[in-house]
């Protein structure tokens, strides 16, 4: 009797097993397999593959198990070497693994060709009753009763699995023949809940267009397939019939619900107060409202409403403190959102819930609110390659941000630390870069890349490293660390870079980031920007701003992706000085000369300027090393003085006069603006209808108006919807 083919082994590619492994194991055993040093291999009735190595280690895998519950006699207390060797050597001995997957289909899997297209969606119910426990079944029940909104990413190609990314977590489907080799970046890691409702997004997303690149779908309640009988012929049965009474999502999270209006009403009066008395008011009088704001938001589980809240009282706490944390600008634009954010999840809900044929919004309500979404999750081992840190420092404390990318899940995340100010300090330049976090000095983090097994992730980005020289790692951030990131992270160009911020989804629609906030230290999406041949025009010291200004272009035309004959678009830098960080304008100058080495990609937030990508730089890498401005050593360096600063278009100027207006106004408060407000109010209105902005100026014309009105609703509406607009049309 022939021992059956294992099709799920060679289906495994390098990328998976280095996911489902680690890199290290899966190098050196791509060494011993190209040196012809390769286990005694043996393949059991059963499916078990055994493979016997000559320094007496056996190592055995069965069929429906991951890599890490098979049995090694090594003394390797987990995942080691002989179990990638394994997989690596039944591929060497089975020749193409396409042609035996082909000869060797798997009851209730993918029947698409192996080369071809497919999805999980072709796991039928008996396939995962197979291959997960009853009890990860329920918790997947239970994770589906509140409706998750899972971006689904189908098959691209062998180095492009078919892939989800839930709202804390990311599945990975690297075999169409058993679903065990799933790869979940929780802890658990595999064979989780997560694993279940990420299949069951990719059946409610159905047969998608050739050339989808990303699906949204909302994962309805169910009951556990278990429960609701195997072998449905691969239907869902979840969609057959409705979850039991106790796996629904609550009726008060619906928008429609008197608790939902009561928080939305609740809402506004807080804001309506900041705009009226001003932000600048003491915090001490607002703690029991944001307090008892977030109670309401998190108790509905609208997690970005509450991770607004939570980011605007830091806002308010930075302004108090006189901290270099605190930026009006984004002041405004938290209080806008807030008062944005439900109402677009609401809209988005009566779309959803219209006739059928009628148009369908880009978004989900709970996906713009966050229903569903975890507040902590614990990860799996994993990578974290440093994008930059941003530092900061007030009155009494002083702290640091490190923004991290995950290459193999292309997440971004955040890793915040503070401290009391001179607390420990090593002097006042290097203080901050020489603290300790996780057991490594600051600057190693920042500049390093990060292996982890004791990580906890927010439903933000932001992440926690314990401490524990065995559980965590760091190497140095070599110059092709950010080779392996991918679009929309990384673009290969300037170009790229504008279509993808223009196209870009507004901020209070989509999933809160904390790298787009505060801890960068800048407003604007996170991006990594790869250069092949620039040149470095215009690195000038704006003295009167602080700020160190440079552009960035491709030296050769057409290199950018613009197309032939067009000029290829420069990526303007902007660098601001920090008290925290007095080496930060030097290191970006010394990078950009060409010190170490030419400029191969940089790092940082980008906002639209008129057209123009504006970047404040975290990170660079050169030829030779990567560059952290923020937590190189001050070294004096001449800079060039800039004296004839670009000058903003006409309507520019008037945008952001009036986003200055607005901010200042929301600082001080109307109540307490000096006489006249109105008449000012008016002579920018009729600014912004001679600039071609009438949508502008009619939000503004009736300013006096609303003031003095007892209902003050559409005051709020026309200085929030005017501060989007404005936003908006900066770009």
Known sequence: MNAPVRADLLELTPEALTALANAGFVKRAQKDVAAGVLPRLETEPDGTVRADFEDGVRTRLPPGRTLRDAACTCAASGMCRHRVMLVLAYQQRSGTAGAAAADAPTAGAPTAEPEGPWSPAHFDDAAVAASMSPSVLEQAARLAASRPVVAVQP??????????????????????????????????????????????????AGDLPAGTEEAMVEVTPRAAPAQAGAGTDGADAGDAEAAPAHLQAPEAQRLSSPEAQRLREALDALLLSL????????AMALAARFEALRAQAQALGWRWVDDALAELWLLLQSLQARSSRHDPLRLLSVVAELWARPRAAAHAEAMAAGPAGSPRPALHGRQILGVGVKGEVALDHLKLVSLGAALWSDETAEGASVLFADPDTQTVTVLERQWPRGEGAAGPAQALAGRRVAGFPLRQIAAGQVITKTATRRANGLIDLAAGARQT??????????????????????????????A?????????????????????????????????????????????????????????????????????????????APGAVDALARALAGEWGALRAVAGPVVLRNGTAVMQPLAL?????????????????????????????????????????????????????????????????????????????????DLGGQLRSVDRRPLLAALSTLALLLQTQKG
């Open 621 to 701: 890498l050169t030829r030779q090393r990567a560059v952290v401005p923020q937590i190189e050593p001050p070294a004096a360096q001449p800079l060039a003085l800039r004296t004839a600063a670009e000058a903003p278009t006409p309507v520019q100027a008037l945008l952001d006069e009036t986003l200055q207006s607005l901010a200042q106004w929301l600082r001080q408060g109307l109540r307490h603006q000096p006489g006249g407000l109105d008449a000012r109010a008016q002579s920018q209105a009729r600014q912004l209808r001679q600039g071609g902005l009438d949508r502008s100026a009619a939000l503004l014309e």
């Open 473 to 502: 790692g760091v190497m140095p951030l070599s110059p092709a660390a950010w080779d392996d990131l991918a679009p929309p992270l990384r673009q290969a160009s300037v170009t790229s870079l504008v279509e993808r911020l223009r």
């Open 275 to 282: 705009w009226l008395d001003g932000s600048a008011q003491p």
């Open 155 to 204: 098959w691209q190609g062998p180095a492009a699995p078919p892939m989800a990314r839930l709202p804390m977590c990311t599945v990975r489907f690297f075999s169409r023949s058993s679903l065990v080799h799933a790869r979940c970046d929780c802890q658990q890691g595999s064979g989780c809940a997560h694993v279940v409702v990420a299949l069951w997004a990719f059946r409610a």
């Open 504 to 580: 870009a989804l507004p901020e209070f629609v989509q999933p809160r980031q904390a790298a787009s906030g505060a801890a960068s230290g800048s407003p604007g999406l996170l991006h990594v920007v790869a250069f092949h041949g620039m040149e470095v025009q215009g690195c000038e010291w704006d003295a009167a701003a602080q700020v160190l200004h440079a552009r960035i272009v491709c030296a050769a035309e057409g290199e950018d992706g613009a197309p032939e004959g067009v000029p290829s678009p420069a990526l303007h830098l902007a660098l601001p000085h920090r008290p925290a």
